[in-house]
């Protein structure tokens, strides 16, 4: 194995000094097939340990990770959700992007199956729906797949991730993994999207790049 790997920053990445927590937060006694089958085989190099939170809200539990990640000395969380298929290479490239914040191109579970990608402030984001780069900057993201250095969570005063109010009255609350990436960019983090490694999202129906286009294009009518 080698010692140390190149990021796409241009540093050297010293292997011996990372320590890699897969998060599952999962409240029951089972998931997908596609999710094992996409995640095992990205346990690529010893050290990396799979942390499992298993009661309480969504919020809740991916705090509980967050902290039994800290107490382990690792150095970077991957926060993982179990209904989605991860690209092959997902967890190595986000970890090779050497960045407090990066989460993989993740797609709503449900119509109109809009990328994860934000820009914007709480209460006022707009959907990214086109980009040219491989790595895109955001406003904010998901936590379906999302790569975080513990050093954000030492510098960030908990919970790190909670629901907070929507400033636009009779609105839903704003998610947890949003207002954690609201806090982050109140720190001076910046945030950002590898679009190289999409996921796929498993729901009724498969939800990737092509069904969100398909549906985007469709001729819906007013029901």
Partial sequence: MQNSVQGSTGKTIEISNIKIAIGLPLSWDY???????SVLPQFYRD???LIRAARGRIDEMRNQIAKVAMVNGCTHVIFTDSDHRFHPRTFETLIKR?????????YMRYPPFEPVMLK?????????????????????????CLCVKME???????????FSPNPKPGYPLIGEDVTFCHKAKQLGYRIYVDTTVPCTHLATVEVDHRVYES?????WGDV
């Fill in 120 to 144: 914007g402030e709480p209460g006022d984001y707009t959907i990214m729906e086109e980009w040219e780069d491989d790595l895109v900057e955001v406003d904010a993201t998901g936590a379906g």
């Fill in 31 to 37: 998931v997908p097939f596609e999710y094992v089958a």
């Fill in 152 to 162: 954000v969570f030492h510098n960030m005063e908990p919970p790190w991730f909670e």
């Fill in 98 to 106: 050497d960045l407090p914040i990066v989460g993989a191109l993740c």
């Fill in 215 to 219: 549906f985007k294009q469709a001729p």
């Fill in 47 to 49: 050290g990396m340990m």
